[in-house]
């Protein structure tokens, strides 16, 4: 299965790229990355493709702006604020896409091309004067100072989550209810093949999304392999909660996932299925009548 990642860099005019000056750029910002080498795409000045230790990065200018109906998320995802991504947006004239293709599977591989992406998209950023860098698979927009601080994390060694991934909460009728909430991933699929989804519970605390920030860490990092019927600690949660691994998806249709079943979720660990009522206790003469009498 191929996997591929994007990151689209928002200009405010349009842009003459200098390709050479990109791959030199990337070269003085991170040496210990690897030389790049540009191959350019015959009969087009606006794209080229950048190749790092034998990955290819397409780089792409694109001379209108970015599609604004595709800038907001299908969920309202945590932190979203629509308002500040249109302004952060307003008047664009061109963008340049930045991608990587990923034949074969495997989580390294695909965080390692993620990883590229995000340094190429930055060295792009800069020398385009760039307004805002999205990335798409999380619907993640932010302004170019805050890319760089996500480009930078991932010098060290950490997965930028606030740009790789976003959360969002869902309350799907027919697993929750009126008064249940859980809480859905976007963008791990491209990792691993399936998102993180928290099963409706009564309620959602801060607390509760700040683990399954932590669950998605742990599976980006390797630390956690999630297994069916298995458990997981989490800091907010006073007793374990088991695993589940949905195929067919869970509170999206369709979105193999990785779910996650609190003791008071809306719904059965082994099932998936919403919980039954329990009959109500017999009251009155009628319930005295079956304690005496040992009936019903």
């Known amino acids: ?33 690897g030389r790049p080498r ?24 694109v001379g209108a702006p970015y599609p604004p109906e595709q800038l907001h998320p299908p969920l309202r995802t945590l932190g979203h604020d629509a308002e500040a991504v249109e302004r952060l947006t ?16 495997g989580l390294e591989l695909a965080c390692a091309h993620a990883a590229l992406v995000t340094l190429v998209a930055s060295v792009v950023a800069a020398k385009a004067e760039a307004m805002a860098v999205m990335w798409p698979d999380s619907w993640a927009c932010m302004d170019p100072e805050a890319f760089e601080e996500a480009a930078a994390s991932v010098l060290r060694g950490q997965p930028p989550l606030n740009l790789w991934l976003a959360f969002a909460h869902s309350n799907p009728a027919a697993v929750g209810g009126a008064e249940m909430t859980g809480i859905a991933s976007l963008g791990l699929r491209t990792f691993l093949g399936r998102e993180l989804e928290l099963a409706p519970m009564p309620s959602i605390s801060g607390e509760a999304i700040g683990c399954m920030r932590e669950a998605a860490r ?79």
């Open 1 to 33: 299965m191929s996997i591929r990642i994007d990151a689209y860099v928002l200009l405010r005019r349009s842009w003459r790229p200098d390709f050479d000056a990109v791959a030199a750029e990337f070269e003085w910002r991170y040496p210990q990355i």
């Open 38 to 61: 540009l191959r350019r795409s015959q009969g087009s000045e606006t794209q080229a493709t950048m190749v790092v230790e034998g990955a290819p990065v397409e780089i792409s200018v």
């Open 90 to 105: 307003a008047g664009h004239a061109a963008y340049v896409v930045i991608s990587t293709f990923c034949e074969a599977e």
């Open 218 to 296: 742990r599976l980006l990092s390797g630390e956690w392999l999630p297994h069916d019927f298995g458990e997981i600690a989490l800091r907010s949660f006073a007793t374990p909660l088991g695993v589940r691994l949905a195929e067919e998806g869970f509170l999206r249709r369709g979105v193999p996932a990785i779910v996650l079943v609190a003791p008071d979720a809306a719904v059965e660990l082994r099932t998936l299925q919403r919980k039954t009522a329990q009959p109500a206790a017999a009251a009155g003469n009628g319930g005295l009548f079956k304690r005496i009498f040992k009936r019903g």
